[in-house]
């Protein structure tokens, strides 16, 4: 591959994991194989910018991080992740419930649907 660096974007990587959730799932129907679920696919498969983030499937302590802090956030009953207020990781950790893994979580569920984390 050289040693250009290739820039994968979060569309392809929802692409990919749909292909990796077949691929499991024709393991299962043909020869009865289950896979463990790895962390090479995120544990925010599935969700999207178009998300609604009260509705959404996310680790529950990431959510109830955001729950509490809705107004930093600017979270309603119809806030898509794409429509959160973009602020900055020191910002993040002078709220209540912010450690070190909801920052990470945070972090991760930023990059996978592309969105942008201030420093």
Do not use: W
């Not at 498969?45 to 509490?68: A, D, M, Q, W």
């Not at 956030?73 to 709220?95: A, H, Q």
Request: proline residues 3%; hydrophobic residues 35%.
């Amino acid at each position: 591959m050289g040693s250009e660096e290739k820039i994968i974007t979060p569309e392809q990587y929802q692409e990919a994991v749909e292909i990796i959730k077949l691929f499991n799932m024709q393991l299962t129907e043909k020869h009865g194989v289950k896979l463990k679920k790895n962390r090479l696919i995120s544990q925010f498969e599935g969700i999207t910018k178009n998300t609604v983030v009260k509705n959404s499937n996310i680790p529950s302590g990431l959510y109830h991080f955001l729950e509490r802090n809705q107004d930093f956030f600017g979270i309603t009953p119809k806030t898509k992740f794409k429509d959160l207020n973009i602020v900055s990781e020191k910002e993040m950790l002078r709220l209540r419930l912010c450690g070190k893994k909801t920052m990470n979580s945070y972090k991760e569920l930023c990059h996978v649907i592309g969105i942008k984390i201030l420093p």
